[in-house]
């Protein structure tokens, strides 16, 4: 056996202030320095070794959320949705706090062509375009950002029930889930508009309206999702240890199905915005004095040949943000889901 190399001669391999094993950067709790030092030879170290030791090579652990929100920031098209979509709701809700017309204000200007002085020009009325814009994508974007958030949680769940606890309970609200899925859309709408609407004359009640018929399908989406992973072993697990049901849907399964959730609410708020308008082009959607991109396409829809204004400036407002908010699902679905490769 050759003689141990004398303490004398034995150099760390961690030069003064580096960080050793158990110092490195999102190392787990209570762990045991494993690596306090590295006996070498005699030889002096070299200096690449030095150099990589003295840069502490910290390991940085990084979350589901963390590798899914890198992903997300990597996607260009998501980047570019968000952008414009932040930015349609910041000039929406801030200009006309500043603007010096309200968008119910006559001006005493009929019909006049964009202008400095109105940048998007006057309607048949009096009214300032541009004013008139900003408010109605104001009312159009919270009307579809509650429809989704209401959706979404009616949806979630009654697909969450239905996929977890079976038999009764998933044939009982699957059959109505398969009842609203039947009924056509667009035609109840039309109905439950014209009977309540011009009583309730809100966006919010419109935004009920939509939301009670826009959660079908994330309903079905995450029945199957839950179907899935209840026989999953970590489900087992839980039971196996006596885990409440509440503390199984709640800590365990709604979050491996947050994926589809997120996406499918984007993809709501795009859906609600379009069907929104559609309510409001037909004069069934929210009602004067109240505006919203819909009903402002409607009104230019008439005099698109002599004042093109009154039109195309609310159909660009709609298009971009429908246009962003599919971006952003896009790039939801593809952070959400580690088996896409993303471009950078």
Same mark, same amino acid.
Request: hydrophobic share 50%; no cysteine.
């Given at each position: 056996?050759?003689d141990?190399v004398?303490?004398?001669?034995?150099?760390?391999f961690?030069?003064?202030?580096?960080?050793?094993?158990?110092?490195?950067?999102g190392?787990?709790?209570?762990?045991?320095?494993?690596?306090?030092?590295?006996?070498?030879?005699?030889?002096?170290?070299?200096? +690449?070794?030095? +150099?990589?030791?003295?840069?502490?090579?910290?390991?940085?652990?990084?979350?589901?959320?963390?590798?899914a929100?890198?992903?997300?920031f990597?996607?260009?098209?998501?980047?570019?949705?968000?952008g414009i979509?932040?930015?349609?709701?910041?000039?929406?809700t801030?200009?006309?706090?500043?603007?010096?017309?309200?968008?119910s204000?006559?001006?005493?200007?009929?019909?006049?062509?964009?202008?400095?002085?109105?940048?998007?020009?006057?309607?048949?009325?009096?009214? /300032?375009?541009?004013?008139?814009?900003?408010?109605?994508?104001?009312?159009?974007?919270?009307?579809?950002?509650?429809?989704?958030?209401?959706?979404?949680?009616?949806g979630a769940?009654?697909?969450?029930?239905?996929?977890?606890?079976?038999?009764?309970?998933?044939?009982a609200?699957?059959?109505?889930t398969?009842?609203?899925?039947?009924l056509?859309?667009?035609?109840?709408?039309?109905?439950?508009?014209?009977?309540?609407?011009?009583?309730?004359?809100?966006? #919010?009640?419109?935004?009920?309206?939509?939301?009670?018929?826009?959660?079908?399908?994330?309903?079905?989406?995450v029945?199957?999702?839950?179907?899935?992973?209840r026989e999953r +072993?970590?489900?087992?697990?839980?039971?196996a240890? %006596?885990a409440?049901?509440?503390?199984?849907?709640?800590?365990?399964?709604?979050?491996?199905?947050a %994926?589809?959730?997120?996406?499918?609410?984007?993809?709501?708020?795009?859906?609600?915005?379009?069907? %929104?308008?559609?309510?409001?082009?037909?004069?069934?959607g929210? =009602?004067?004095? +109240?505006v /919203?991109?819909?009903?402002?396409?409607?009104?230019?829809? %008439?005099?698109?040949?002599?004042?093109?204004?009154? #039109?195309? #400036?609310?159909?660009?407002?709609?298009?971009?943000?429908?246009?962003?908010v599919?971006?952003?699902?896009?790039?939801?679905?593809?952070a959400l889901?580690?088996? =896409?490769?993303?471009?950078?």
């Amino acid at each position: 056996m050759p003689d141990p190399v004398p303490e004398s001669q034995t150099q760390s391999f961690f030069p003064e202030g580096a960080p050793h094993y158990g110092e490195l950067e999102g190392g787990a709790p209570g762990e045991e320095r494993l690596l306090e030092q590295i006996t070498l030879s005699p030889d002096r170290p070299s200096d +690449e070794a030095l +150099e990589a030791a003295r840069q502490g090579l910290a390991i940085k652990s990084r979350s589901q959320f963390r590798m899914a929100a890198d992903r997300f920031f990597h996607h260009r098209m998501a980047l570019v949705g968000l952008g414009i979509f932040v930015f349609l709701l910041l000039v929406a809700t801030i200009v006309p706090l500043f603007w010096k017309y309200s968008y119910s204000q006559i001006t005493g200007q009929f019909g006049t062509a964009p202008s400095l002085q109105h940048p998007f020009g006057t309607d048949t009325i009096g009214h /300032d375009m541009f004013a008139q814009v900003l408010h109605g994508t104001a009312t159009t974007l919270k009307t579809a950002i509650v429809v989704a958030v209401i959706a979404t949680v009616i949806g979630a769940l009654i697909g969450a029930l239905a996929g977890y606890y079976g038999k009764l309970a998933d044939q009982a609200l699957m059959r109505l889930t398969d009842l609203v899925l039947a009924l056509p859309l667009l035609a109840v709408l039309l109905v439950l508009s014209n009977k309540f609407s011009k009583q309730a004359n809100s966006w #919010f009640f419109v935004a009920i309206l939509l939301a009670a018929l826009l959660w079908t399908y994330l309903a079905r989406l995450v029945r199957g999702t839950f179907l899935s992973l209840r026989e999953r +072993e970590f489900i087992e697990a839980e039971h196996a240890i %006596g885990a409440s049901d509440r503390r199984i849907i709640l800590r365990h399964m709604i979050p491996n199905a947050a %994926g589809a959730i997120v996406v499918n609410a984007t993809l709501t708020v795009a859906n609600a915005i379009l069907i %929104g308008a559609a309510l409001s082009f037909l004069g069934l959607g929210i =009602q004067p004095p +109240e505006v /919203d991109l819909g009903s402002l396409i409607a009104t230019g829809e %008439g005099a698109a040949t002599a004042l093109p204004w009154l #039109f195309y #400036f609310p159909a660009l407002f709609i298009i971009a943000a429908i246009l962003s908010v599919n971006f952003i699902g896009d790039g939801l679905r593809d952070a959400l889901d580690p088996t =896409q490769r993303i471009g950078t």
